[in-house]
């Protein structure tokens, strides 16, 4: 199951650069994971200050 970001999201950008295969982008109001392309590894949910990513 790909991880998901929650309506938390302050858009601080901190996880894309932590996604070992680009699979995080900035999307119309917050910061989106590409389901397919997420691997789980839960680098990006570490790293979020607001605790926004969790496992979908
Ligand atoms: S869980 Fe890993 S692969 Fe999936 S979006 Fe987060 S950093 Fe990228
Ligand atoms: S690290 Fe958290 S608050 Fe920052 S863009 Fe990613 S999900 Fe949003």
Redesign the pocket.
């Known amino acids: 199951m790909a991880y998901v970001?929650s309506d938390a999201?302050?858009?601080?950008?901190?996880?894309?650069g932590e996604c070992p295969v680009g699979a995080?982008s900035e999307g119309e109001n917050?910061?989106v994971i590409d389901a397919d392309t997420c691997l789980s590894c839960g680098a990006?949910a570490d790293?979020?200050?607001?605790g926004?990513?969790s496992e979908g």
């Open positions: 970001i999201c302050l858009s601080c950008g901190s996880c894309a995080i917050q910061y990006c790293i979020c200050p607001v926004a990513i």
